[in-house]
């Protein structure tokens, strides 16, 4: 301890002379031009880098399946895992609770990878906002398979409110003519039934789109490149039933599809799945509710569970290269359609766009013009926006796609 204090403190006891009768002095450097007498601060290390720990891979553990004794292998943290063997699922609930999940299904898959290509080759070039000739001019840069666990939330979401809506009309008439605002109480009530899908895993971010499929998130994402008027293009998932066409979990199945390798092991378990399901249904109802009137006061929302499921989702997760930037596109490979996707909007849907705004400003102008007597600056004004909108599709006809 004393030798901690004294290298901490550097006090040193004098050295002694003539067996320790008088002290030496030690010589005194006097500073010059200002310098310091304070010592000098010695340099300090810096703190070593665990580079194992740094590097560290997640840990492994094995059990053994409860219905077939096969070896179950998983990372720290996964706590949904499935036997690549029988099929069987095991849930770690907590420490030593190790239970079997009963309520497991498969949405079982339909297409492979050319298949998979080809539905996003025909949802390229539908829409209005969409080139026609898309997808001859992409390159297909990426095609994953994936088996995704999500426990689905079946219930019931009721919700009541109240608030105020504000309202006008007209009294009097002639000169004494007038609008008057007034507000009115108003109520009302909604319900829905769901099959609210819960990503069991932690990670949301670690596949693209595997949130994009929850009710009412935007799901279809239009590139507009450095156009201003981004009117449109985009879409919300619908709330549709995630259980149409489920089958009993089977190994089987995936094998036949050459899918079998690409199951991913869920990590949240069934009561924080249905907790946030709950939560996410309640967070939508608020939205939902909040725009039957100017201003809502109340919101009460209850949400009946009828019971979670875990189900397997078979997709194809793709990436597209087209003019120099990459896309993706979410195939599902059981319902054989676009769960969610990005996609540049073609030139003749920015160009329509740009000649009604245009032209509907050129209107306006013109009214404005037959109207004021002898004014002449409307009708320059429709003109020039009426030929911007001219020239603008003249443009767009030289213009590459």
């Known amino acids: 301890m004393f030798e901690a204090l004294n290298h901490v403190g550097e006090n040193k006891m004098p050295e002694e002379k003539n067996g320790g009768s008088e002290p030496v002095e030690e010589p005194v450097d006097i500073p010059q031009n200002g310098e310091s007498t304070e010592p000098a601060e010695e340099p300090v290390e810096a703190p070593a880098v665990n580079t194992a720990a740094r590097d560290s891979k997640p840990e492994i553990h094995e059990i053994s399946c409860d219905n077939c004794g096969a070896p179950l292998t998983y990372m720290e943290g996964e706590a949904v895992i499935t036997c690549a063997y029988c099929g069987t699922t095991t849930m770690l609930a907590g420490y030593d609770n190790i239970v079997i999940v009963e309520s497991h299904y498969l949405l079982p898959p339909k297409v492979g990878r050319d298949e998979a290509i080809g539905i996003a080759s025909g949802w390229l070039k539908k829409g209005f906002y969409k080139s026609k000739d898309l997808p001859n001019k992409v390159t297909w840069r990426k095609t994953e398979a994936r088996v995704l666990p999500y426990w689905i939330v079946r219930c019931t979401g009721s919700t009541r409110w109240s608030g105020m809506q504000k309202r006008t009309k007209t009294v009097g008439s ?130 009946d569970v009828q019971g979670v499921d875990l189900v397997y989702l078979p997709i194809w997760e793709l990436v597209y290269n087209y003019a120099g930037r990459d896309y993706n596109v979410l195939v599902d490979a059981c319902r054989q359609e ?64």
């Not at 979990?249 to 907790?275: C, T, V």
């Not at 766009?353 to 004014?375: N, P």
């Open 174 to 303: 002639g000169k004494n003519k007038a609008t008057k605002t007034f507000w009115e109480p108003v109520s009302g009530n909604f319900t829905e039934d769901y099959t609210w899908p819960v990503y069991a895993r932690e990670d949301t971010s670690e596949f693209w789109g595997i949130r994009n499929i929850e009710p009412g998130k935007q799901c279809v994402f239009p590139d507009w490149g450095k156009f201003i008027f981004r009117l449109g293009g985009s879409k919300r998932a619908p709330n549709k039933n995630l259980l149409e066409g489920k089958m009993d979990f089977s190994i089987d199945e995936l094998k036949k599809a050459n899918m079998h390798e690409h199951i991913i092991n869920g990590q949240i378990i069934q009561e924080r799945a249905e907790s946030s399901g709950r939560n996410r249904i309640i967070e939508l109802h608020q939205e939902k509710a909040e725009t039957k009137a100017t201003q809502v006061t109340d919101i009460d929302t209850t949400i």
């Open 338 to 401: 676009v769960l969610s996707g990005e996609a540049p909007v073609g030139k003749w849907a920015k160009a329509t766009i740009f000649d009604i705004i245009f032209l509907f400003i050129a209107v306006i102008f013109a009214v404005i013009g037959g109207v004021s007597e002898g004014a002449a600056w409307p009708w320059i004004a429709a003109g020039v926006f009426g030929g911007s909108a001219i020239a603008y599709s003249v443009w767009t006809a030289t213009m590459k796609e």
